[in-house]
């Protein structure tokens, strides 16, 4: 069952504030192309209303960072049979949609956008060659009822990527707001797809580990990120956006690229903005970009929002000088400052070169 959602108002008294009875499904969809981060998905829509091989339309099909697509479709005023019958059939349609169709799908959307365009300037990073190795399913509503739940749940423990996502609309002194709760926690649903059968060559992800890239100019040094305990990425949203990803609890394995593995650490607080960053030392509490950073323009673009440092806090379990890395033919290494790790063999490599608990 999904987390219950409630709001109380809490100046002048405690109230609870009752959901709007607003015909919320039609105005998500419109709500969801324009902003995506209110799924709580880092999502590039690339198609409304698309219409699929068998005459009908998929309401919202979107792309994210792996190449992976998102079949989003509202509930509305189907039958709790329908909309995960519904949910399936666009799943088997979308499976086997290749890069010239998605493609296709995007340019007609957008009246004549390029894909690797748009992909870039969101993503911060070109579309991988093979687009659309895995998908999901999501079924967005104001509610469901107990039957489609336990059947959503059902496929997600086989391994079916279905899940849902509830939202309520609450008004208050002429204010209006969503809130949210998914039926199964979207890396928790990520996970168990994965460790189904896969059906492409991708290795699956086990929800926790991440590749970070680390030092490289003079903007950060791995120096000072293994000194003052982070991480960080900055010089545009396309460098830094991939952070974001890092959650309090995540493990990272951080690496110079072209030099190779030099720590790996425990997430201990999300990323901010460099200016908002502060660091223990001494007994005291201190502005990062106050210490003596070897990094000399790192306080050059603070004051730029967009080409500032984030900053990701991490706790250190190893971390190792430069001249020591770690590094042996076949690792995984990336051009994105962080991304999901999935390569087993550098998975086990690391842990026994770090002398971590298998």
Excluded at 104 to 121: V, W
Excluded at 258 to 280: C, F, K, L, M, Q
């Amino acid at each position: 069952m999904p987390v219950g959602i409630g709001i109380w108002r809490i100046d002048n008294g405690v109230r609870r504030l009752d959901p709007s009875p607003l015909p919320l499904e039609a105005m998500l969809e419109d709500a969801i192309a324009r902003d995506s981060s209110i799924l709580g998905l880092d999502l590039l829509i690339v198609g409304r209303q698309v219409a699929t091989a068998f005459g009908k339309k998929v309401d919202l099909l979107g792309l994210d960072d792996e190449g992976d697509l998102h079949v989003i479709e509202l509930k509305k005023d189907k039958t709790p049979r329908d909309v995960v019958a519904q949910a399936l059939e666009y799943g088997a349609w979308v499976k086997d949609l290749g890069y010239e169709e998605v493609a296709a799908i995007f340019t007609d959307y957008t009246k004549g956008g390029r894909l690797e365009e748009a992909f870039a300037e969101r993503f911060g990073q070109q579309p991988p060659e093979a687009l659309n190795e895995q998908h999901r399913l999501v079924v967005v509503a104001s509610e469901l009822d107990g039957a489609t739940e336990r059947i959503l749940m059902y496929l997600a423990e086989y391994g079916i990527p279905a899940n849902a996502v509830f939202f309520r609309h609450f008004e208050d002194d002429g204010r209006k707001y969503l809130a949210r709760s998914w039926l199964i926690e979207p890396t928790v649903a990520e996970v168990k797809a994965e460790q189904a059968k896969p059906t492409r060559a991708r290795e699956p992800w086990n929800g926790q580990d991440f590749y970070v890239a680390v030092g490289g100019d003079q903007h950060r040094t791995w120096e000072d990120m293994r000194r003052y305990n982070f991480v960080s990425a900055g010089g545009g949203r396309w460098y830094w956006k991939t952070l974001e990803r890092l959650t309090p609890g995540a493990r990272i394995f951080a690496h110079i690229p072209g030099t190779g593995y030099v720590g790996v650490g425990t997430v201990e607080e999300a990323a901010r903005i460099v200016t908002d960053v502060t660091i223990p030392q001494d007994g005291k509490v201190v502005p990062l970009l106050e210490l003596p950073l070897q990094a000399p323009k790192i306080r050059e673009t603070a004051k730029d929002p967009e080409l500032a440092e984030r900053v990701v806090k991490v706790h250190w379990i190893k971390a190792l000088p430069r001249e020591k890395a770690i590094w042996e033919k076949g690792m995984f290494a990336n051009q994105n400052s962080a991304t999901a790790m999935r390569s087993r063999f550098t998975l086990e490599r690391l842990t026994q070169r770090f002398g971590l608990e298998a």
